[in-house]
């Protein structure tokens, strides 16, 4: 019996694993308002992330209702964050933050989650 299969075997799987890490995907890991929060019309909107955004492809959009809220969103200077200042003080009710990010790895993801100003 020959060894050739099995370490041909073994390399394939360290190369499924290597894979698997090279592809792991930008998520939001915490954010302010937190997801679900009902706060005071926050003067920011952080989203921070697991992974360095590349800002030219990486934003969100503020919705209320089907409204579109005013947003200045710049990315923090370490890359991780995105930062919004609404142009205008929000007003109660509640709101959806609309997301998408490029990574470093050029996939791009998005996401969405929702805060309640009171
Ligand atoms: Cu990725």
């Known amino acids: 019996m020959s060894l050739r299969p099995a370490l041909v075997l073994a390399f394939s799987a360290v190369a499924v694993l290597a894979a698997g890490q090279a592809s792991a995907h930008a998520k939001v ?3 302010s308002p937190a997801e679900n ?3 005071a019309a926050p ?4 989203l921070r992330f697991n992974e360095k955004l590349q800002p030219k492809f990486s934003s969100f959009e503020l919705m209320t209702g089907k409204t579109v809220a005013p ?3 710049t990315v923090s ?4 964050s995105l930062v919004g ?6 007003t109660a009710g509640t709101y959806e933050v609309k ?3 490029v990574t470093a790895d050029a996939h791009r993801m998005e996401g969405a989650y929702t805060f309640t100003v009171r």
């Not at 003067?43 to 952080?46: D, R, S, V």
């Not at 200042?85 to 929000?90: I, S, Y």
């Open 37 to 39: 929060a009902t706060v």
């Open 85 to 90: 200042t609404p142009k205008r003080p929000l």
């Open 29 to 31: 890991v915490s954010s």
């Open 43 to 46: 003067p920011q909107i952080t």
């Open 77 to 80: 200077q370490d890359k991780l």
């Open 99 to 101: 997301w998408h990010a």
């Open 71 to 73: 947003v200045k969103v």
